[in-house]
């Protein structure tokens, strides 16, 4: 109820004539920003379906080959730091098979309409943005006039994150691991495309952080004390999570991810602060 509040509250003089609609006229509102947001999601897809060669071969596939940007980051900070070879990544060579008559067809048009999601998330941001605004005040409309550049940026560094870095370590341990040479890994395509799909929206969605801390911070939901006594609890997360991600003996290739994912937390933090210092103070 306090959040509903917060967005839909009434505020006189100070808010746009959509404050004053009707519930059931927010709701059909509402309705017509998802159907935008849905038709520019479709469009998008429409146009990556038809471009497989560079969606498949260039993008899905590309943590798959051992020429891939992020195994050749790794080897040359490796070879640099160490001297040696030892933290060049021996890309997984498994093949994806496929047992579904229309298998490859279900995927193609999933990961087209994931790639829509991807291009088109500023427009549905701004979409987002769109629907909520009018029931802020002016005084409140001004600190948030970044909110879809901002969530826009930390949504594409989050894919960009899983995509180049979390994804890629996560298929060389997984792809090869076995518990006995009497089982075989035979991966089917779906899988392949489920895991990719998912950590990459994932982690798009986690690097929301700072955006959603700022939000519940105005609303008094959350306090940057709370975060600061927690601090210890969300470390042990993050590094279970990058062990889990990267479990082998490569420490370099582990930091490198729980430090983006520890930062981000300690810059929701400051978000917080600065929030509760501006307005609660």
């Given at each position: 109820?306090?959040?509903?509040l917060?967005f839909?509250?009434?505020?006189?003089?100070d808010?746009?004539?959509k404050?004053d609609?009707p519930?059931f006229?927010?709701?059909?509102?509402?309705?017509?920003?998802?159907?935008?947001?849905?038709?520019?999601?479709?469009?998008l897809?429409?146009?990556?379906?038809f471009y497989?060669?560079i969606?498949?071969?260039?993008?899905?596939?590309?943590?798959r080959?051992?020429?891939?940007?992020t195994?050749k980051?790794?080897?040359?900070?490796?070879q640099?730091?160490?001297h040696?070879?030892?933290?060049?990544?021996?890309v997984?060579?498994?093949?994806?098979?496929?047992?579904?008559?229309?298998?490859?067809?279900?995927?193609?048009?999933?990961?087209s309409f994931?790639?829509?999601?991807?291009?088109?998330m500023p427009?549905?941001?701004w979409?987002?943005?769109?629907?909520?605004?009018?029931?802020l005040?002016?005084?409140?409309?001004?600190?948030v006039k970044g909110?879809?550049?901002?969530?826009t940026?930390?949504?594409?560094?989050?894919?960009?994150f899983?995509y180049?870095m979390?994804f890629?370590?996560?298929?060389?341990?997984?792809a090869?691991?076995?518990?006995?040479?009497?089982v075989?890994?035979?991966?089917?395509?779906?899988?392949?495309?489920?895991?990719?799909?998912?950590?990459t929206?994932?982690?798009?969605?986690?690097?929301?952080?700072?955006?959603v801390?700022?939000?519940?911070?105005r609303?008094?939901l959350?306090?940057p004390?709370?975060?600061?006594?927690?601090r210890r609890?969300a470390i042990?997360?993050?590094l279970?999570l990058?062990?889990?991600i990267?479990?082998?003996?490569d420490?370099?290739?582990m930091?490198?991810v729980?430090?983006?994912?520890y930062l981000?937390?300690?810059?929701?933090?400051?978000v917080s602060a600065?929030v509760?210092?501006?307005?609660?103070?």
């Amino acid at each position: 109820m306090h959040i509903y509040l917060y967005f839909c509250r009434p505020m006189a003089d100070d808010l746009n004539q959509k404050t004053d609609m009707p519930f059931f006229e927010h709701i059909e509102a509402l309705r017509w920003h998802l159907l935008r947001s849905l038709g520019v999601i479709a469009g998008l897809g429409i146009l990556l379906f038809f471009y497989n060669d560079i969606l498949f071969g260039k993008i899905l596939f590309g943590p798959r080959h051992q020429d891939f940007i992020t195994y050749k980051v790794i080897c040359k900070l490796g070879q640099y730091l160490f001297h040696d070879n030892s933290a060049c990544i021996q890309v997984a060579t498994q093949d994806l098979i496929n047992t579904d008559l229309a298998g490859q067809f279900t995927m193609h048009m999933w990961v087209s309409f994931i790639g829509g999601v991807i291009l088109g998330m500023p427009y549905v941001l701004w979409e987002l943005w769109k629907f909520i605004s009018p029931a802020l005040k002016n005084t409140e409309t001004r600190p948030v006039k970044g909110f879809v550049f901002v969530s826009t940026i930390l949504f594409l560094m989050g894919v960009a994150f899983s995509y180049f870095m979390v994804f890629p370590l996560t298929w060389n341990f997984l792809a090869p691991y076995a518990v006995s040479g009497d089982v075989k890994n035979l991966i089917s395509f779906d899988s392949y495309v489920s895991n990719l799909t998912t950590l990459t929206l994932a982690f798009g969605l986690v690097f929301e952080m700072p955006v959603v801390v700022y939000f519940l911070s105005r609303m008094g939901l959350l306090t940057p004390a709370f975060m600061r006594k927690y601090r210890r609890h969300a470390i042990v997360v993050i590094l279970v999570l990058a062990a889990f991600i990267t479990p082998t003996s490569d420490i370099p290739t582990m930091m490198a991810v729980f430090v983006p994912l520890y930062l981000l937390y300690e810059a929701s933090i400051f978000v917080s602060a600065y929030v509760n210092k501006k307005h609660f103070a």
